[in-house]
């Protein structure tokens, strides 16, 4: 077996995709602004996501600025998908519809203020392809049933954050659920808030 690299972070920071300028005055402004977002690496990743999955309608828990929208949203091009981000601060969805029409994507990303679980309750399902999990993560295990109720069979889940303790009973009941096949992935998400954390996929059985 042939040795390990000497510096496993920094070679694999090297890899960080690049953006476009929108992109990264969003991740400036996050900095400065202490606001937690995927960053590039787990922006691309959402993309990918988008693009292998085929996902027309995509469902996302927490707008913040509108950074991840657009990755998602960029990688449904293809099949011409669109997004509902549901976002509980006014102010940031407000925020993040200006810059979903920087980015030209007004007609493909719906930013939805209020709180998220409740919007959750009053759509149909099963009416999503994709849904991603990004607010705060002790709604992460009341949002769980809604997830499996509006998601297709088939459909990718993907949680961010789970890392945090606030989402440990999530990831246990997504782990002993026999509605979902799970993989858990401890994560190094250089530009993510915080770059170390764990990353749950998910696919509906």
Partial sequence: MSDMMAD????????????????????????????????????????????????????ELGAATGYSAIYLARGAAAVEGK????????????????????????????IRQGDALEQMAAMEGPAFDLIFLDIDKEFYGPALPQCERLIRSGGVMLADNVGFADAADFNRALWESDKWQVVNLLSLLPGHSPERDGLSFAVRR
Avoid: H
């Fill in 83 to 110: 997004v509902i981000s549901l976002e509980n601060d006014p102010t940031m969805a407000r925020r993040a519809r200006r810059n979903i029409e920087r980015a030209g994507l007004s007609d493909r990303i719906d």
């Fill in 8 to 59: 496993l972070e920094g070679y694999f920071r090297t890899f960080v995709p690049q953006r476009d300028d929108l992109l990264e005055t969003l991740e400036k402004e996050a900095e400065a602004e202490e606001i937690p977002i995927v960053g590039p690496v787990a922006g691309e990743l959402l993309n990918l996501l988008a693009r292998i999955s085929g996902a027309r309608r995509i469902l």
